[in-house]
């Protein structure tokens, strides 16, 4: 089965690496996966490295960040309409049985499947606008009435299904993503008990530097341990705007913390600063479902995360690291581990067998296949 799946970003984060496991699990399952992207990335260079067929196209976006004028969104509309038949070319082309679309923010892969008479997936994977602040160019409500005409639509955690449909929709599925395979989790046990713990208990935020992702709270909470004799340290990893980066670096040099938060800019591959680090913080106030704590969770760390969007899905407060709701209780969640290291190797490894039991790619693969084969049985 030939299936296109239309990216929308060119970084190689979130939902492409989510996408890129997708993809790895489907395969194994006879799935032939064809990809379009809006342009050369890592993520096209890792999709090529894995033989998999990849087209550079515009993936316009039916979501902004601005309020657009009534002349910007017909030229909007305008470019979509080329996008659209551009990609009808690609499903002719590739011989396509089924569109995949992995983001709410582009329309472009439902209009073409439409056009062609093939079926379409639509994924989402993430709010929009709370965690973005980008909403929809043309009228919410018809914008998601126009989703629910894919053939299915799968949601990648509930409290975003939630967020987008009425409960018991017929064509929603929630599946969960998966971060890695069965075997890859034990290899990532082993390398976690091989680390050398000889340093200052370390925290780590591995996402984009903005103010929306928390790192000036992870800061602030830092220098709040530090007063109370707690030397730990911060890795920031991740890029970010010049003048942000600034702003945090100044704020570290107000706190005395210079020595203490490492920024790293963005990395290709984040797993060496999980086995760096002692516990996984996510301070973002709307993470739909945070890929950077199922990373941590598979190399058996601890993760503390904000109790709100898809985190209380990840963490079981208590077990598997620390749900909290203010900044007082992120310091307190953070003192009690950097206290009690034995106490986050714990918790490290329970959330280690949560996400081998409920976020392996096998499983995750295994799920949007059903939907996948639903979807064509009913054509």
């Known amino acids: 089965m030939n299936i296109l799946f239309v990216a929308h970003h060119d970084n190689f984060q979130g939902s492409s690496r989510s996408l890129m496991s997708l993809l790895e699990g489907l395969q194994e399952l006879g799935v032939v996966p064809f990809v379009v992207n809006p342009r050369e990335s890592l993520f096209t260079e890792a999709l090529r490295a894995k033989g998999i067929h990849c087209a550079i196209l515009p993936v316009p976006w039916w979501v902004s960040a601005k309020t657009l004028s009534c002349k910007k969104k017909v030229e909007h509309a305008r470019v979509i309409r080329q996008s659209v038949s551009a990609l009808q070319e690609v499903i002719k082309n590739w011989k396509i049985d089924l ?30 606008d709370l965690d973005f602040g980008l909403r929809f160019i043309y009228p919410k409500a018809l914008s998601k009435a126009f989703m629910l005409r894919s053939d299915a639509v799968i949601c990648h955690s509930k409290v975003v299904t939630n967020y987008y449909f009425k409960p018991g929709g017929k064509r929603i599925n929630q599946i969960y993503n998966g971060v890695t395979l069965k075997d890859q989790f034990v290899e990532r046990l082993v390398l976690r008990q091989q680390t050398p713990q000889d340093r200052p208990f370390t925290f780590v935020m591995m996402s984009s530097i903005t103010p929306n992702k928390g790192q000036e709270q992870a800061i602030r909470a830092l220098a709040e341990l530090h007063r109370q004799g707690v030397p730990a340290k911060l ?15 100044a704020l570290c040099s107000d706190l005395h913390l210079g020595a203490h938060v490492e920024f790293t800019g963005f ?113």
């Not at 992995?102 to 994977?125: C, D, F, M, Q, Y």
Request: hydrophobic letters at 40%; proline letters at 4%.
């Open 235 to 249: 890795i920031v990893a991740g890029g970010g705007k010049a003048d942000y980066l600034t702003e945090l670096s």
């Open 99 to 128: 569109v995949y679309t992995n983001s709410s923010v582009t329309p472009i892969g439902l209009l073409a499947a439409r056009k062609e008479k093939v079926p379409h997936i639509w994924h989402i994977r993430e709010f929009g």
């Open 267 to 379: 990395v290709e591959d984040p797993f060496p600063y999980y086995y760096l680090a002692d516990c996984a913080l996510i301070c973002s106030e709307n993470e739909a479902f945070s890929r950077v704590g199922l990373e941590a969770m598979s190399t058996a760390l601890p993760v503390i995360g904000k109790n709100s969007g898809g985190n209380p899905e990840v963490i079981v407060d208590g077990e598997t690291g620390f749900l909290y709701n203010t900044f007082d209780e992120l310091v307190e969640a953070m003192l009690r581990l950097a206290q009690n290291p034995t106490l986050g190797q714990k918790m490290g490894l329970a959330g280690w067998q949560r996400a081998k039991d409920m976020f392996n790619i096998e499983d995750y693969a295994a799920n949007v296949y059903k939907v996948i084969q639903l979807v064509m049985d009913n054509r």
